[in-house]
């Protein structure tokens, strides 16, 4: 009996290790639920430096950005969840900054906060593209640090 509880005990250890080496990847869908195509996606778009919507990870809203080429994605995304209470942030292209409409916080085009009272910038995710679907994928930050910040990611 001893064995099967050590058994029992031992395997959601071993899960949770494996998801930590390999992170499962989410495929970004549309409005609709359907699985979105990388170049269809950045086609659709008004070119280098779109942000637009997509559900992400646990179907959260996620931003991704067209690059500086317009003809790619950024390899990485931002959750457009406020960090203050969880308003989604919508990105005003005009002044280049996603402004919450709940309580007035406002991030720069990365996620960083530029006015509170958001205490944290927007969470990243990582983009992938399959190059034999087209399909985005996106997975969680795993780095040890956020590269806009140089410190270990709040949401980690």
């Known amino acids: ?58 179907d959260d809203p996620t931003y991704l950005i067209v690059d500086g080429t317009g003809v790619s994605l950024e390899a990485f995304a931002l959750n457009a969840e406020c960090t203050h209470l969880g308003c989604v942030v919508p990105w005003d292209a005009f002044q280049k900054k996603f402004m919450c409409p709940c309580h007035g916080s406002q991030y720069d085009a990365f996620g960083m906060v530029l006015r509170g009272p958001a205490p944290d910038p927007l969470a990243l995710a990582h983009v992938d593209v399959d190059p034999d679907t087209d399909r985005i994928s996106l997975t969680k930050w795993h780095e040890p640090t956020d590269f806009r910040t140089g410190v270990k990611p709040w949401w980690i």
């Open 1 to 58: 009996m001893t064995a099967s509880i050590i058994n029992y005990i031992g395997h959601p250890a071993s899960v949770v290790a494996a998801e930590e080496k390999s992170p499962k990847p989410t495929f970004a869908k549309d409005i609709y639920g359907t699985d979105v195509a990388a170049d269809k996606f950045v086609k659709a778009r008004s070119g280098p430096g779109d942000r637009s919507l997509v559900m992400g990870l646990k």
